[in-house]
Each structure stands twice: as C-alpha cells, then as structure tokens.
C-alpha cells in the first residue's frame, strides 16, 4: 500500500503500526499515523490538481516552520514537519503523488467562532504568524499561486471572462458585473501601494479562516495556525482582511438571503484589537489600511465567485445548485455594500484600538 510506504518513510519516533483517515480538510487527504513508541504523527497527501509543484509548497513550509521553531517558546505554536529517511520534507510515491508529515500535538479547531475569545485567538494567532515572520526574507518564498491576491490581475481576468461570456450568462448578472466594475479602481489600491513599496512585503498565509487555527483542548487559547500550502510573499492586509472576510461577517459566504449579510462592527473590533496586540511591528501604513484590507478582499472575492460563474463554474467547482457561485458572488457583494455604509465606523475603530494597543 502507498500509504503504508509513505508512513515509513518519515524520521518517525518509532515504526508505524496504525493509520487512520483523520480530519475533514477539502483539498488534502489526511491520516492520523501512531508507531509502536506511542508516538502520533499526521501524514498528508497533497492534492496535486490544487497544488501543481507540491515540491514547492513543501520548500516553502518547511522553511517557514523550521524559521518558526526557533522562535516560539511552546513548541506547539508551530507546525513540525518531519524530515524522511533520506531527508527530504516530502516523500513521493510510486503513483506519482507527493506525501508529507508533521506531529500531531491534539488540539481543536471551529468552524465559527462560538464567543468573542475564540475569534480573538484567531487574531492572536495570525497576528504572532505575522510578527515572528516579520523579518523573514519573503521574497524567497515561491509563488505557489501566482497574482492569488493580485487585484489588478483578478479585474483583468474578471473583465476576460465578462466579453468572453462562455456560458451566456453575462445578461443575467449584468447589475453585479456593474457593481463590481465601478469598484475597480479602488479594488486595485492595495496591489498598487505594495508595488510602489508603500506597503511592505512579508510571508502571509492566505487562508485565515478560523478553522485554520488550532485552539489547546485545555485552555482553548490558540497554539498554531494550520494550512501552510498558500504561504506565499504578500501583504498582511490580506490576512487580515480574510480574517473579517469570513469571520465577522453575519451571514455564510453562499447566504442566499443578501439581507442577512452585513458586517459585524463588534467582531471587526475585537479581531483587530487581537491583530494588533499580537503583530506591533506592522507599520502605520498598514494599520491605517486595515479596513481597506477587509474591503479589498471581500471584493476580490466577489470578482472571482462571479468571473466563476461566468467560466461555468471551473475554479469552484464544488456547487451544490447551479447558481452557487452567483450566491457566493452577491453574498460577497452585499459584504462590500454594507463595509461602504460603515466606512468610517472601521476606521475609527482601527484608530481607536491602534491607540489603546500602543498606550499599553
Ligand atoms: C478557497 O478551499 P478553501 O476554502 O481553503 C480559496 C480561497 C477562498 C475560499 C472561499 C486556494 O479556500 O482563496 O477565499 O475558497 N482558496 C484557493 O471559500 O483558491
Ligand atoms: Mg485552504
């Protein structure tokens, strides 16, 4: 069996002697291996489709999680990938598919926030990842998705797909790809700003949904953030702004009822509060664009659902109904709306919260 293979392949404490299916991750498989010292380790194939140079994501994980062992004071607050037998941080198999694997430290993670902490320690958690990689050359990293929070670059592809119109479903969005286009000059702010060196560049994670961090079983406080594979250079306002994107938004990302879909002024607060406690080194530029971050990449990602649903539904492929990606799309959009009706509340509440941190 590959996976038994791939499971002796790593510098594990101990042989192997149980693998079960573990987690419930969309993009990779995943199993819990235990060896006969007692030892527990997580073993990942990597999804190649998604991932096309899995070598890479592994070049960059690795680096980052060695980077960030030297620099946590629990060994928990990082991933630990294992070397295999002949040192490499990824073992291929003879089907062709690239494995990988780390220690299993327990823990739990949330799918939403159940109170205003857990949300919190989301931020704690981001905010360190950021803070600790601050001085890491990020320009070494690979591009493992090439332009992924290019604003610029998601409009032109967004425009592409528009006259294209593969599907001939153009006519009935035609308000949406309105919307969305009037917002262009203003999507591209950030990507502008990075190029101009207004905004630095570091490593950022790309996926901070709360789910991606792992809460301690005892003190439900946060130990790690999870899902290294699109750590990529890039702006901490993307981290940032996914953050809110997803988790202080009222409603689910494929809400149908727009209505239910606002942001949540409270939970945008206690985030940053949690953000800025956790990374002082980001500078004023980026504190104040802070809400500019969230802005940015619930449009962006309104562009991609709707460029999507255009292209008949390729990138994101997992629909449930045929309008998926539409829903998505004006759940999204609906998320834009209501952050320009409370435009200035978030950057008074980033003003104020900047302030107290410092003070502090
Ligand atoms: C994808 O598959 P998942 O949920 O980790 C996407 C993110 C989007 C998200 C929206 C590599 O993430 O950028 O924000 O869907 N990841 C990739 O649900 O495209
Ligand atoms: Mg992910």
Known sequence: ??????AFAFQTDGAPVDCKAFGHGHINNTFCVTTDSGA?????????????NPIRVMANTSSVTNYLRQRVEDPRMTLHFLPTKDGRYYYKSCDGEFWRMYDFVGGFTLDMPESDEDFYQSALAFGRFQELLSDYPADTLYEIIPNFHNTVDRY?????SVDMDIVCRADEVREDIQFLLEREEKGGTLQKMLTAGLLPLR?????????????????????????????????SLYDFGDSIRFGAATAAEDEPDTSKMSLDLHLFEVYTKGFLEAAPSLTDMEVTMLPL???????EL???FLKDYLDGDLYFSKIAYPEHNLVR????????KDMEKKWTQMNLIVAKVADQVRRK
């Open 1 to 6: 069996m590959y996976i038994e293979k791939a």
């Open 329 to 336: 799309a004006r759940s999204q959009i609906a998320l834009v």
């Open 302 to 304: 309104a562009v991609r």
């Open 156 to 160: 032109v592809q967004f425009k592409e």
């Open 293 to 299: 971050g969230a802005y940015i990449m619930t449009l």
């Open 203 to 235: 490593v950022t994670h790309n996926d901070t949904k709360l789910n991606n961090v792992l809460l301690d079983t005892a003190t439900r406080k946060s130990l790690c953030v999870l899902d290294l594979d699109t750590v990529m250079p890039g702006s």
């Open 40 to 52: 527990k380790y997580v073993l990942q194939r990597i999804n190649k489709y998604v991932f096309k």
